[in-house]
C-alpha cells in the first residue's frame, strides 16, 4: 500500500467556488497516492481497501495557504504596533533581520518559527527570508523537513534601508542570489525557491533589472510588497519618476505577473490603473487584514479583487500581523470588509464566511497548483478540527461549526491532524 494512499472519515467541508462551501457530514476523503479522488458518502467499491482512518465527529478541512508572511518578523511578533510602516521597518524590522547575518542566532529563531508553522493551520507558506545565504538555506532546510509546502525568498534589497541590512550594490545582491539559486538547486523539493525584491523602495533599477534577467534564466516566481502604505506609494513616485503606478516599476522590469507567477502583499491602496494592470497580468494579491490594521496602512478593497476575477488569497504578514493563525486571518478579512463597506464603498459588499474561507483554501492554494480544496484531482491538504473545546449548549448545523470555529480557534479549538501533500504531519 503506497504511504499516501488513505481514506479520512468526518465531517468533511471545502470550497467548490468562492460562493460554494461543499459540506459532507461523515463522508469519506479518497486520498491516492496524494491526490484526491474525491468526497463519497460512502466507500465506492474500487477504494474498498484503503485504509480508514475515522476522525468520528470533527471537522476536516483543507490546508491553508499562508500566502504572505515574514519569517525573520517571528521573534517581535506582537511588538512594536505603534508606527507606520516606513518608520516600523526602520525601528523594528530591519534591526531584528540584520542578526540573521549571526546564522547561529538564524538557526535558533527560525527553528521556532518552523515548529509553529508546522504546528498552525497552514500547510503551505509563501515565506520572505533575509538578504543572508546561510540563514536562507537553513530555513529551506527546515521547511522542507517539517513536511510543509512552501516557497522561500532570499530578500533583495540594495537601497535605503539601515547599512548592516544592505547589500553592497546590485551586482553583490545579484551574484548571491544566483549563488543562492545554485546552492540550493534540487535539494529541498518541498521548499521552493521565489524572487523577492522586498519592495520597490529598498531596490535600484539596475537590482530589478538583473533580477528580471534572473527570472527569465530560472523561471522562478516572483514576490514581493505592493501599495500598502500612502507614504511609500508617494516615495516609490519619486524614486521612480517615470512609472505610471507602483505596479508598473515591477512590471517594467518583468517582474510583475504575465508570464511570471507573482504575489503582490498589500495592494491597499491601488490605483485604477494598477488593478488593471493587476488583472491583465495575472497577479496574485496576498491579503493581509491583520498587518493592515496593525501598522494602520487601511483597508484593502477585496470585493473590487475578486469581482475584477483577480486571484486573491490571505497571508499573516508576520511580524505586520502579529498573528500565525490562518482562523484569525479569515475573522480579520470579514471585519475590515465589513468596516469598508460602512466607511469606504456601500457598493463593495462585506466578505463572506464563505469567501473568507475560500480565499484561506483554494484561493492561496491556488499559487501551489491544484491544492486547497478536496475536489478530485486536488493534492491533499487536510485539518482535522476538534472543537468540542468551544462550550456551547446550542444545536449547530456543521456549517456553523466551521464557522465557529474560525472565529474561536484560540478559544477552545484544537488541531488534532495535519496532512501537507497527502503526508501526514501528525
Ligand atoms: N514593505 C517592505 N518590507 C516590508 C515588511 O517587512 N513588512 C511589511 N508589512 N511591508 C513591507
Ligand atoms: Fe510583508
Not at 494592470?277 to 493581509?288: F, I, Q, S, T
Not at 464603498?345 to 497548483?369: H, I, V, W, Y
Request: include cysteine; proline fraction near 5%.
Amino acid at each position: 500500500m503506497h504511504e499516501h494512499s488513505f481514506i479520512l472519515k468526518g465531517n468533511l467541508c471545502y470550497s467548490e467556488t468562492k460562493d460554494r462551501l461543499s459540506v459532507t457530514e461523515q463522508g469519506y476523503l479518497v486520498c491516492c497516492e496524494g491526490i484526491s479522488r474525491g468526497v463519497f458518502p460512502v466507500i465506492p467499491d474500487k477504494y474498498q481497501n484503503l485504509p480508514v482512518k475515522d476522525y468520528g465527529d470533527r471537522l476536516i478541512i483543507p490546508g491553508m495557504t499562508d500566502l504572505h508572511v515574514h519569517a525573520p518578523q517571528y521573534p517581535f511578533r506582537g511588538i512594536g504596533m505603534d508606527l507606520e510602516l516606513l518608520d516600523w521597518l526602520n525601528t523594528h524590522t530591519f534591526p531584528e533581520e540584520s542578526r540573521y547575518a549571526d546564522p547561529e542566532y538564524a538557526e535558533k529563531a527560525y527553528r521556532i518559527f518552523v515548529e509553529d508553522l508546522r504546528k498552525s493551520a497552514s500547510t503551505r507558506a509563501v515565506i520572505f527570508g533575509t538578504i543572508h545565504l546561510p540563514a536562507t538555506e537553513f530555513l529551506m532546510k527546515e521547511l522542507d523537513a517539517s513536511g510543509l509546502v512552501t516557497y522561500v525568498g532570499k530578500v533583495n534589497m540594495d537601497q535605503n534601508c539601515t547599512d548592516d541590512l544592505r547589500e553592497t550594490d546590485a551586482h553583490v545582491s545579484l551574484e548571491s542570489t544566483a549563488a543562492w539559486l545554485r546552492e540550493t538547486s534540487g535539494k529541498y523539493p518541498n521548499a521552493h525557491p521565489i524572487l523577492t525584491p522586498r519592495f520597490a523602495p529598498t531596490c535600484s533599477g539596475p537590482l530589478l533589472e538583473g533580477l528580471g534577467k534572473l527570472q527569465k534564466e530560472y523561471g522562478l516566481p516572483v514576490q514581493s510588497h505592493l501599495s500598502e502604505n500612502l507614504s511609500e506609494i508617494a516615495w516609490v513616485q519619486e524614486l521612480f519618476p517615470w512609472s505610471s503606478c507602483y505596479g508598473n516599476v515591477y512590471e517594467h522590469y518583468g517582474l510583475f505577473g504575465g508570464d511570471v507567477k507573482t504575489v503582490m502583499a498589500h495592494c491597499v491602496h491601488s490605483s485604477d490603473q494598477e488593478v488593471e494592470l493587476m488583472k491583465k497580468n495575472g497577479v496574485y494579491v496576498a491579503h493581509c487584514p491583520q498587518s493592515n490594521i496593525n501598522l494602520s496602512s487601511g483597508i484593502a478593497p477585496i470585493r473590487r479583487y475578486l469581482e475584477a476575477g483577480i486571484p486573491t488569497g490571505l497571508g499573516t504578514d508576520i511580524a505586520g500581523g502579529a498573528n500565525m493563525s490562518m482562523f484569525r486571518c479569515m475573522a480579520d478579512a470579514i471585519g475590515v470588509s465589513k468596516l469598508y463597506w460602512r466607511l469606504a464603498d456601500q457598493n463593495r459588499k462585506p466578505l463572506t464566511m464563505e469567501e473568507a474561507f475560500f480565499l484561506a483554501t483554494k484561493g492561496g492554494g491556488s499559487f501551489f497548483g491544484k491544492t486547497g480544496s478536496f475536489e478530485e484531482g486536488y493534492e491533499v491538504d487536510a485539518l482535522v478540527l476538534d472543537d468540542t473545546g468551544i462550550r456551547t449548549t446550542k444545536e449547530l448545523s456543521t456549517k456553523e461549526r466551521l464557522e465557529r470555529y474560525i472565529y474561536l480557534a484560540e478559544e477552545g479549538g484544537r488541531l488534532v491532524g495535519k496532512y501537507a501533500a497527502g503526508k501526514e504531519l501528525f
